[in-house]
């Protein structure tokens, strides 16, 4: 028998023993539709652990307790294996369950009876149709009990499925039902059920001031997910995003109206589904949170333009028809729903491999409850995607990782304004695959990225240093003096589009594959929008070359990190199009190296082909020559001992820095001028390929 010290005495009531078998009769539908489906129940090793601790605090004279699983851990059968344990050992007991949609109580109510065929349950909900009072096991909707406590009767335990909605003020629907339950039994106790052990509106519900004396058990998100229980989930830095700069407050959460009406732009909104499209080409259930209805109904308007099945699920949404689009939805006859707020809680489609957040959230709750619709496995379902275009994964952290703000503060500590909580930074982007990590991971967990240490290299100018590890430093970028474009062309692979960028002692490339297909052509695309090209992004590199200059910028810097004999850039800044100087894009001109004399592609040789040298053949395959003005026109080869006396001019050889970065200005602009670049070790060569 459980060690339960509460529950020490066994309780005399009397019981409406006609009404109960009356209930049995009227439920006898569900036990039959369960009966046909049948079978052993075998609890995991986590959900067996925490009807453990809940036992186990309980018999160390423990109150009220908060059991924490992950949205798909299965809650409805930890509930139900608790009411039966209870049961089966305090047969007088009686006990109550109560949630807040009737998708809930019916789930909960059949989970009991696939584990229990004759417990004696009985169901309260207007949504459901019933009006059972007298069971011993009592499956209730609150909108429907709130103020019905005298004519359900008493409960010894009660358990509330979804306890994080469960407000902090008492005088709502869940306040006075518990307060009245309470009243009627005063060693009652309260059990929650929850994903996330803090408000939706404000605070944790655990400690001071909360409804549940402490969690008593907690699953690990990660660990469920590396035990096979959960779905893994992989997020993707989006470009589109929903600006909250600026946006007030009420209540501890962004207003509604101020929030909805920077989501409906336009254009963020046709970025927005431009992304998902190219995201979800492949995944199969697609859940899109909106900020207001007018907002999901317009996502679903573009979303349905791709050629997508869309339906959009509101509270204003009558019931027969939500059930028949949410029906569908789990049938996969729609592939798409846009929703705002009734699907956080209570739905369970397990195919749902991509979760798209337009709706930005000072909530962690509704963060966590948002990203958490895609946590159920599926057959064929390898992971699910989160795409973020409002912030929430950065404003509150991986999900596995949450940092929920505390009400209040430290006693002599001052609150943080709500600028400095909006603008608190808890994931960062991998700048490799655009993966959100944990704002202190050194390494990406998706495809290994390593952080280069926090240190700036000692430079002779003034810089920006923080004094103090608390104090902020703005990452620094690389300044760019001019930037030029080509096509990049490669012997036996699809042609590129190649960025250089001139600073002020060396050249940087950057290859894009609009051409390619797969995740580098996406990559190109992606990369084209992020600088602030028009939609729809270039499919060929002429097309590319094409609109460059009218649609890109100026380039502000770039941030690089060495990676062996080349450097990767790691970002780019533009300033909005378009650009207003010489162009950048640099023409296609005849091979150099036809004819005789020059260079030929010999189709023997290794790697599938290689230039070699004509007439003689005295250079190894895919070398040039050791000169390196071979191929230079008279004009180019005038002109490099300019551009070497200008790069001479430094800081070291007696220069003031304004002489130094005038003269190096002047040296980049000659090598546009004449398409040369230098390498960086001082050498000046045609502008050419580099291995890609």
Request: hydrophobic fraction near 35%; proline fraction near 5%.
């Amino acid at each position: 028998m459980r060690p339960t010290h509460f529950l020490a005495g066994p309780r005399t009531r009397r019981t409406d023993r006609r009404g109960h078998g009356r209930q049995h009769r009227d439920l006898s539908r569900w036990r039959q539709a369960v009966r046909g489906r049948r079978m052993q129940v075998k609890l995991r090793p986590y959900q067996q652990e925490s009807i453990d601790a809940l036992f186990n605090y309980w018999g160390a004279d423990g109150g009220n307790g908060l059991l924490v699983l992950p949205t798909g851990a299965g809650k409805s059968l930890v509930l139900a294996k608790i009411c039966q344990e209870l049961l089966q050992n305090w047969p007088s007991m009686r006990i109550g369950i109560v949630t807040h949609v009737k998708e809930l109580v019916e789930q909960n109510a059949q989970e009991i009876l696939r584990l229990w065929p004759s417990a004696p349950i009985g169901i309260y909900s207007a949504g459901v149709g019933r009006r059972d009072l007298r069971s011993k096991i009592m499956f209730m909707g609150i909108q429907s009990v709130h103020r019905k406590v005298q004519q359900l009767g008493k409960f010894d335990v009660l358990l509330v499925d979804e306890a994080h909605l469960i407000p902090k003020n008492s005088d709502t629907m869940y306040g006075r039902f518990i307060a009245d339950c309470l009243e009627a039994v005063p060693d009652m106790r309260l059990v929650g059920l929850t994903a996330t052990p803090y408000r939706l509106d404000s605070g944790r519900l655990d400690g001071k001031g909360g409804m549940f004396d402490a969690i008593v058990y907690e699953a690990n998100v990660r660990d469920l997910i590396e035990q096979g229980y959960l779905s893994k989930l992989i997020s993707k830095a989006t470009l589109a995003q929903i600006d909250t700069k600026g946006l007030h407050k009420r209540g501890g959460e962004f207003i509604q109206s101020e929030m909805d009406a920077r989501a409906r732009i336009p254009t963020i909104i046709e970025s927005a589904v431009g992304e998902i499209c190219e995201h979800g080409e492949h995944r199969e259930g697609w859940l899109i949170f909106c900020t207001g209805v007018e907002h999901a109904a317009d996502v679903m308007a573009e979303v349905r333009k791709q050629g997508i099945t869309c339906e959009t699920v509101t509270g204003e949404t009558p019931k027969g028809v939500r059930d028949r689009i949410i029906r569908d939805y789990k049938a996969k006859k729609i592939r798409c729903l846009t929703s705002v707020g009734v699907l956080t809680t209570g739905f369970n489609a397990p195919h749902v491999d991509l979760v798209a957040l337009l709706r930005p959230t000072l909530s962690t709750g509704l963060y966590v409850q948002m990203v958490g619709r895609a946590f159920r496995l599926a057959s064929g379902k390898l992971d699910a995607l989160i795409l973020d275009f409002a912030g929430n994964v950065t404003r509150h952290g991986p999900v596995d990782a949450v940092a929920p703000q505390r009400q209040g503060g430290a006693k002599g500590k001052k609150e943080k304004t709500d600028e400095e909580k909006e603008d608190t930074v808890r994931a960062k982007v991998c700048p490799a695959c655009r993966e959100y990590n944990a704002i202190g991971a050194k390494s990406c967990v998706v495809c290994g990225y390593e952080w280069p240490p926090e240190v700036a290299p000692h430079k002779p100018e003034a810089e920006e240093t923080a004094i103090l590890s608390t104090e902020a430093v703005k990452p620094q970028m690389i300044k760019v003096q001019s930037v030029r474009v080509r096509r990049h062309k490669k012997p036996g692979s699809l042609d590129t589009f190649r960025l250089t960028f001139e600073t002020w002692n060396k050249s940087y490339s950057k290859w894009l594959c609009f051409e390619h297909g797969g995740r580098m052509g996406h990559e190109a695309r992606m990369w084209w929008k992020g600088m602030g090209g028009n939609t729809p992004a270039p499919s060929t590199i002429a097309e590319a070359l094409e609109r460059f200059d009218a649609e890109i910028g100026e380039c502000v810097g770039i941030s690089v990190r060495k990676n062996g004999k080349y450097h990767d850039i790691l970002s780019m800044e533009f300033e909005p199009g378009p650009w207003i100087g010489h162009p950048r894009v640099v023409q296609e001109k005849p091979d150099p190296f036809a004819g005789a004399g020059g260079w030929e592609h010999n189709a023997d040789g290794p790697f599938g082909g290689a230039y070699k040298k004509r007439p003689d053949d005295y250079f190894s395959w895919g070398k040039k020559p050791a000169d390196p003005t071979a191929g230079m026109t008279e004009d180019q080869k005038k002109v490099i001992p300019k551009i070497e006396a200008l790069f001479a001019k430094t800081i070291e050889n007696g220069c003031t820095p304004q002489e130094q970065h005038l003269a190096h200005v002047k040296a980049n602009q000659l090598l546009g001028q004449y398409s040369l670049e230098r390498l960086g070790t001082g050498q000046i060569v045609i502008y050419d390929e580099i291995p890609f």
